[in-house]
């Protein structure tokens, strides 16, 4: 399996080399030369595989679909270290619950972290841990978060060898507890950076480093932010796990509604739905931050600055520069790197936008991808909250109550799975303000907010973050 950047760039790589990289030597995403193709007899296959060997197994009958370049012995052991009971707190590891009706949950939160992001970040570590260790090479990671992808990068990072990981965040506008999750970690190869503005100026500053190819090169620096497709990749897999769990029959379809604010989520499962995983719709949930619900409504995608990007009560979809949103783009207009990169280097780059309202393609995002929206607020998501518990005893956190909101909108007669975000507790006062009440935290997380933090406050400068990283790199 060949990958290419959605720019147009002429290498072909391997999926190991794109792994240690990040983003295209022309700022472009990368992405399959071609999307493999699932058959019925396949779908079958993986049905089996799920019901009588687990979800391991299924990551890796998915993963070697696109991964040539490690041995499938060790992809396989790769896989089950990964994905354990242990690790996940149940067997099942994405289990399947009903809400009401044909509106569905998806479990992704019982990782270490308590977040989906640990679904894809725990096979992240091992699988840079295993390939630095065959190239004898070492990484510095540069990160940004909004609150979930910092604490599960970490957490899967610490104590591996051969890397260092440098996490930028918006200072202040995580929740107490996300912040905690990362700032109380006192590993060495573990360096936060909190950034005086917003979550799109920390993106902004990791694509910068990572356009800088001669510091790049000299400090081997890696990303570990769904713009590495092997980051992507590895959420592909709970895509399938979700219907294989929610069907009986390949004929049956799924719709799936995705809280989103940098669109690598539900670009995962684009994925899917285009190696032909039976899916009718991806609902895209927005907040108040609504670019992508914007989009997929009028055609317009028009980033947003600092003064207009929200301080929201789902704060990891803070967002209004959706990174993973140009992969999409770039099928959306027949896989046209050079019509690709104008679009965001010209477009979104010099004007802060593009218009694709006037183009035909811009219908196919709906008929042909599947793809609709909707928005939720502050007001929309205690109303949630509320009610959810209220009516089915199930405690929801910020942004599944958004995905909540947003598919009952979108409900037909086929299942809506909601994919969850995070427990309930990475967003307590929000939980206590709709309930009145604190919701669980787990006995390894008491007191987390209260512990010595590893942190430094950095002004949005490219340069000072350069000049961190050469200081402890040296």
Partial sequence: ???????????????????????APDGGLYLPVEYPQINDAKLTQLREVLASQGYAALAFEILSLYIDDIPADDLRALCAKTYTEEVFGTKAIVPVRTLDGNLLIEALSNGPTLAFKDMAMQLLGNLFEYELARRGAELNILGATSGDTGSAAE????????????????????????????????????????????????????????NDHAFKAEYKIGTVNSINWARLLAQVVYYFAGYLQATSRNEEKVSFTVPSGNFGNICAGHVARQMGLPIAKLVVATNEN???????????????????????SSPSMDISKASNFERFVFDLVGRDGQRTKLLFTQGVGQQGKFDLSADVCFQDAATKYGFVSGKSTHADRLATIKDTFERFGQMIDTHTADGVKVAREHLRAEPMIVLETALPIKFAATIEEALNRQPERPAKFEGIEDLPKRVVVMASDVEQVKAYIQKHCD
Avoid: W
């Fill in 1 to 23: 399996m060949l990958y290419l950047s959605t720019r147009g760039h002429a290498d072909r790589k391997r999926f190991c080399d794109i792994l240690l990289e990040g983003l």
């Fill in 155 to 210: 957490y899967a990072m610490r104590g591996k060898k051969g890397v260092r990981v440098f996490m930028t965040s918006p200072n202040g506008r995580m929740s107490p507890f996300q912040q905690a999750q990362m700032f109380s970690l006192q590993d060495e190869n573990i360096h936060n950076i909190a950034i005086e503005g917003v979550f799109d100026d920390c993106q902004d500053i990791v694509k910068a480093v990572s």
């Fill in 290 to 312: 609504d670019v992508l619900d914007e989009f997929f409504r009028t055609g317009v995608y028009q980033v947003r600055g600092a003064a207009h990007t929200y301080e929201t």
